[in-house]
């Protein structure tokens, strides 16, 4: 059996990078070796543990993330580098890809996002021998491409998804169907669904609030995990 792949993750929020380390844990093949909050600390871990790769945010407090893989790169250090950020600028996600950067993971993300991309990046590190063609060269960079966005459940636009879950990331306390309904225009029985394919995909999650009268209210919050955890740049 092959040893697994050591990852460290590289995140200033602290929770954040318990969350990232948890889930690195849970995929088979790969096991965390360290979860650090700065460069400093992850150029000490670099310094003394083999590190196979990098889940690493771009904005820590002591520096630039892309810098950072760029040094490692000029050093000739190994590790891959998987970008877990926030940043949606495509300049950034274009200089990402000139460093080598062999995968970009938007936050806020649930656990299956990331372990499909661990399990794409083990089937591109296994690839091994040498290519009979271009057949096999295309085969090994396809490993890396992230499959097509699964389809919306019929009667779901991709933009109003969008919308939905932005206002619910805006809303701490969270929201109800009407809430989302009169925020986004759209209504409360087309909210409920968008809310809860947000339940489902595990994007967010729902509870009963008991009022004084009547029926309790489902109210919908966008997953601490992804949101407060996950979220940062």
Known sequence: ???PVRVLVVEDDPVAADAHALYVGRVPGFTAVAAVHTLAEATR???RTRVDLLLL???????????FARGLRASGHPADVIAVTSARDLAVV???????VVQYVLKPFAFPTLRERLLRYAE????????VGQDDVDRALAALRAPAAAQLPKGLSAPTLDRVAALLRAAPEGLTAAGAAGAAGISRITAR???EHLVDTGRADRAPR????????????WRAAEAGSVSKV
Do not use: C, I, K, W
């Open 1 to 3: 059996m092959s040893a």
């Open 94 to 100: 274009r200089e990402s890809v000139s460093l080598g």
């Open 124 to 131: 591109f590190r296994a690839a091994a021998g040498e290519a």
């Open 45 to 47: 871990v670099l310094e």
């Open 210 to 221: 008991y009022g004084q009268v009547g029926r309790p209210e489902l109210h919908y919050r």
């Open 57 to 67: 945010d771009l904005t820590l407090p002591d520096g630039n993330g892309l810098r």
């Open 193 to 195: 669904r968008y809310l």
